[in-house]
């Protein structure tokens, strides 16, 4: 059988969901997998173009309000008929369950962040409220209006059967992958994209990826640079990723603190250059899902920092390919990042792990076999939306 898929997302904006999807839609198609992707914003900062040229049938949903998008998205279902509605992101995954009442489809979320972790009260954008009442619908619709959850990592599965009071039986934990091709460095390599960067062979470069948000932790990354340049005067620390709500903060510490070398690139499309030009890659994250900024530093061999939360040392190993730190800690982010720094040999054998680790647990091609089977699975069982999948035949673990 070759399963039909519904994709359902909130935008396409470059985010680790997002390019998940993006790199995975391939490799289903080689498995001859049909798919359909779609999302209900557009951005000026977007993957839809690295969709469209990759082939993808898009539908873009750009109704005014929420029950306008319900409608739509049930027309479609209705119309392209797909054996399995496979939402991700909180907008997307509420739309795609209500849409999909009493059709004969098997309805999927993708758990993808610890999206309830009480670390997200501490930012100041976020209201109480809103967060709670998100929790009570989230977990209305995922108990009742979804067959089965696909889990990024066990600690997400652990998250969701916490927050919202899923049953484990009904998650299957399938990794994310990413294209290890670009995988590797060489000195020739490495100089190139520093000389791009404008930086010699003796800065010492710490890089982070991701969107400028509460959840990256990029304050605290800021601050540690403070003890780094101390310890090792040719730091320099390169953030790349898109404006967010917590650019103005970013920006702010960055002000206060100009005796430090810190880089703000935005969003760039060049991050596997990035990366080989980097001495370590920092990811100083407060919650998180997958991690996809992380695999992709692994894949190119790189020794990481990063904070100790359940999602990020479910991937690495500790004192292995990376130190791990208290989240929110400026102190020992430094000392860890400038110990990496100063020991070359460790920093090597960390970087030579990484790609271990990677090749053996995060390749594009293992994740995407192990999604065609999950789907194969859940049509072959033709669940109803309100039955459930036996769990003894989809848990992927």
């Known amino acids: 059988m070759h399963p039909k898929v519904l994709f359902v997302i909130d935008g ?4 680790g969901a997002e390019r998940s999807l993006a790199e995975m839609l391939p490799g ?16 000026d900062e977007s993957l839809e173009g690295l969709f469209r040229a990759q082939g993808t049938d898009l539908r873009v ?43 004969k489809t098997v309805v999927v979320t993708s758990l993808v962040n610890t999206s309830y972790d009480p670390i997200r009260l501490q930012n100041s954008d ?13 977990a209305w619709t995922a108990r009742w209006l979804t067959t089965h959850f696909h889990a990024v990592s066990e600690p997400v ?14 998650i299957s934990v399938i990794e994310r992958g990413r294209d290890g091709r670009f995988g590797g460095t060489s000195d020739e390599r490495r100089a190139s994209a520093r000389q791009k960067l404008g930086l010699t ?27 780094v340049t101390r310890l090792r005067p040719r730091a320099l620390l390169l953030v790349a990723g898109s404006r967010g709500r917590h650019t103005p903060i970013v920006e702010h510490l960055i002000e206060q603190n100009r005796n430090v070398r810190v880089r703000l690139l935005g969003h760039r499309d060049d991050v596997p250059d990035l990366l080989a030009a980097a001495d370590v890659f920092a990811f100083p994250s407060l919650y998180e899902g997958a991690a996809g900024a992380l695999l992709e530093a692994m894949a190119m061999g790189l020794p990481i920092v990063a904070s ?5 040392e479910s991937v690495v190993e500790e004192n292995r390919n990376a130190l791990i730190v208290d989240r929110a800690s400026v102190g020992p982010l430094a000392r860890a990042i400038a110990d990496l720094l100063a020991d070359r040999d ?31 699975r859940l049509t072959t069982r033709a669940a109803s939306p309100f039955q459930g999948a036996e769990p003894s035949e989809l848990h992927c673990k």
């Open 201 to 227: 062979s003796s800065d010492e470069v710490i890089l982070t990826v991701g969107r400028q948000e509460y959840q990256k932790g990029h304050r605290f990354l800021i601050e540690a640079m403070q003890e």
């Open 308 to 312: 100790r939360i359940p999602a990020i």
């Open 61 to 103: 949903l750009s109704q005014p309000g929420i029950w306008q998008r319900v409608v739509a998205l049930r027309r479609l279902i209705q119309t392209e008929r797909p054996d399995v509605v496979h939402t991700t992101l909180f907008e997307a995954d509420v739309i795609g369950r209500i849409a999909a009442i009493g059709l």
């Open 126 to 138: 976020v209201s109480p409220f809103k967060l709670s009442a998100a929790r009570v619908i989230d």
């Open 346 to 376: 460790a920093a090597r054998a960390f970087g030579l792990r990484s790609r271990e680790i990677f090749e053996a647990r995060f390749t594009l091609e293992r994740s995407a076999a192990r999604m065609v089977e999950f789907y194969r």
């Open 157 to 170: 599965k652990i998250a969701a059967v916490e927050a919202l009071g899923l049953s484990p039986e009904r």
């Open 28 to 43: 289903l198609a080689q498995e001859q997998v049909q798919s359909i992707v779609a999302f209900f914003h557009q951005h």
């Open 12 to 15: 396409l904006r470059p985010g």
